[in-house]
Structure formats: structure tokens, C-alpha cells
């Protein structure tokens, strides 16, 4: 059942960045807001464990950089309609893990589909098509163009773009003008819209971030994969941001998130997943991750074939 739709706070776009939270806006704090019922609640929280509905199934993935095993994932499910967090100490091999699954990366080993559908190979833009796009650590926006332009030039396959289509005016510019209008409405949603036709580069730190969350959905996607967006961002926006990933998951969308932010993580996800050294070392609610042994030793670098160890996979 979705949770009720947090509308975030009016103002936060016009505020200075480094202002505090007001009363108001912690009270309505989207770490308060979890769905009542979760798809999940019957799930053993154990490494792999199968989804009811899962969107995007990975069999064996591994990318290995010299000798080091980047990603090295047994199996992993993650359901449809919900946030899951990705979570692991520096170097776990999340963001490598979302290069493979994007294809913004090739694997040594493994395949993975998405709804169903092998994505092993298949390019990065294809797979966007698909409906699976991500955003990364650091804003891949455009600085020297507009906001506007950087989101039009996110939406995929513009008839104007190709050489006969090009010649016949009437065939694409009836689509420009749809990408233009589904462009401000983001643009609007994200409150954004007074910064359209102002470069990239005069946005916050934490504008960008939502310049690149609005772009990420001009492709209509069915998932999100958002590569820690809350990274360098003042309190004030983190609240819009956080507001702005629980509405994803409450429009149906599933959203994959990597985050450091235990509060965030433990606030706003229906599921975690852990990863060290490239491996799945845990997964289950929030609740019970935070006590997983396995977790706590990864964060404080105890090594699991270590004698003594107990507890892998155990939440
Ligand atoms: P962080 O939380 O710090 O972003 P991470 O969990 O996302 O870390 P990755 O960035 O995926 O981890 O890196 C996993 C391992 O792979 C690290 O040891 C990293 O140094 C290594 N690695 C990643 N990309 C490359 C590359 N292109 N060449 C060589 N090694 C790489």
C-alpha cells in the first residue's frame, strides 16, 4: 500500500542553502513516513532471497579490476514499487554494481534481466529505454547549458535527431514541443522551474542533485538507481530530496539508492541490501540490518572467515 504522499516543504528552493530546518518541516520529515504494509514482510533476511515481484533479477555477476573482485554477486532480487537501499563500506563495489547493471560497465561474468528481459550487453541507452536509468555520484549536467536544454537533451530517441526525420519539420516538432511540456512539469515538481533558462553551472550543490534526479525521469522510467544523491547536500534540500524519492516509490516506480547516511537508509527504505568486498553479505528490513552482525562487522572491517566469526547472513 502506498504511503501517504508527502508534498515537502514550498519554500526550500528559495531559502539560502546553509538555512536551518524549520520546526515545520522536521515535523513533516519524510524519515517519519513508511508504507504500512510492505510486499517484503514474509521475506527471509538472508543474501539472496526471492522477491515476490521482483523487477531486476542478477545471476553470477562479477567484474574483477587486476586482481581485485570489484562486484562478485551470487544472486540478488529486488522488488518492484519499493526503495531498496544499497549499502556497504568504501569500496564495496556498489557503484561498480550499478556501472554493470546500467551498462555503463561490462561484467567478467553473470547475467541480469529487467522485467523479465536478459540486459546482459545490452548498452547503456537501450537500457534506459527499458525503463532503468541512474544517476551518479557526481552531476553528469551540463554546466554550460541551460537547465532546460540539460533536460531535453535527457529525453531519448528524438525523431528530430535523425537525418530524414530531419528533413520533415512537422514530424518533430510536434514531439519537441512534448518533450519541452514534460520537461517543465519536472522542472516544476522538482521546483526547479525558476532556474530554467539559467545555466547548470550557477546551481547549488544540492540543485544539481535534483536537476539530476528531474532528468533521470524524462525517460518515464520504471526504476531509479540513484548513486548516493544526497552526497554533499545542505540539511535544507536533503528534506526535499528525501520527499522527493519516497514520491517516486509512492508513483509506483522502484527505486535502488546508494547511501551512507544510516539515518536516511534506516528512515526511508522498505529493504537493504549490504555489500562487502563485492559480495552480498546481507539483506532484509531496515530494523533488522541495523543489528545484523555481518553489517556491523563490514562497517568496522572485521573479515568473515575470521575464527570467531559467527552470524553471515543472519539478521
Ligand atoms: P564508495 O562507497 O566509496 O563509492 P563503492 O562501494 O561504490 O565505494 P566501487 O566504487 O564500486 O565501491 O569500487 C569497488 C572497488 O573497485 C574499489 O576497490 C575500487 O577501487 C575498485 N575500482 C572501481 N572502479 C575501478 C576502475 N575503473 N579501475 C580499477 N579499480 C576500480
Not at 527471509?44 to 526471492?50: K, L, Q, Y
Not at 518492484?80 to 569500496?91: A, D, E, F, K, Y
Not at 526535499?240 to 544510516?262: K, N, Q, Y
Not at 549490504?274 to 572491517?301: F, Q, W
Amino acid at each position: 500500500m502506498p504511503a501517504e504522499r508527502w508534498e515537502g516543504p514550498v519554500d526550500e528552493q528559495e531559502a539560502p542553502d546553509d538555512r536551518p530546518i524549520t520546526r515545520a518541516e522536521a515535523d513533516t520529515s519524510v524519515l517519519e513516513q513508511r508504507p504500512r504494509i510492505s510486499p517484503l514482510e514474509d521475506c527471509p533476511a538472508e543474501p539472496g532471497t526471492p522477491k515476490p515481484d521482483a523487477i531486476l533479477v542478477a545471476d553470477q555477476v562479477s567484474r574483477t579490476y587486476g586482481g581485485l573482485r570489484a562486484v562478485d554477486v551470487e544472486h540478488l532480487e529486488l522488488q518492484r514499487g519499493v526503495i531498496t537501499s544499497l549499502i556497504g563500506p568504501n569500496g564495496a563495489g556498489k557503484t561498480t554494481f550499478f556501472n554493470l547493471m546500467t551498462g555503463f560497465d561490462r561484467p567478467d561474468t553473470g547475467r541480469w534481466s529487467f522485467n523479465g528481459r536478459p540486459l546482459a550487453r545490452v548498452p547503456a541507452y537501450k537500457v534506459a529505454r527499458r525503463g532503468m536509468v541512474r544517476t551518479f555520484q557526481l552531476t553528469k549536467s551540463l554546466m554550460r547549458l541551460t537547465v532546460l536544454e540539460n533536460m531535453k537533451l535527457a529525453a531519448v530517441d528524438q525523431r528530430g535527431e535523425r537525418f530524414f526525420s530531419a528533413l520533415f519539420p512537422g514530424r518533430w516538432r510536434a514531439q519537441e514541443a512534448a518533450i519541452e511540456r514534460r520537461a517543465d512539469e519536472l522542472l516544476e515538481r522538482f521546483k526547479l522551474d525558476h532556474m530554467r533558462d539559467e545555466f547548470a553551472g550557477t546551481l547549488s550543490g544540492g540543485q544539481r542533485k535534483l536537476l539530476d534526479m528531474a532528468r533521470a525521469l524524462m525517460v518515464e522510467p520504471e526504476m531509479v538507481m540513484l548513486d548516493e544523491p544526497m552526497a554533499g547536500v545542505n540539511p535544507a534540500l536533503t528534506q526535499s530530496l528525501l520527499g522527493h524519492i519516497t514520491g517516486l516509490r509512492d508513483r509506483g516506480m522502484t527505486v535502488l539508492f546508494v547511501e551512507h547516511d544510516m539515518d536516511v537508509v534506516m528512515g526511508i527504505s522498505d529493504w537493504v541490501v549490504c555489500m562487502a568486498e563485492g559480495r552480498i553479505i546481507a539483506e532484509g528490513p531496515p530494523d533488522k540490518i541495523c543489528m545484523n552482525r555481518a553489517v556491523i562487522d563490514a562497517y568496522l572491517g572485521t573479515r568473515h572467515d575470521e575464527p570467531g566469526y559467527e552470524g553471515e547472513g543472519q539478521a
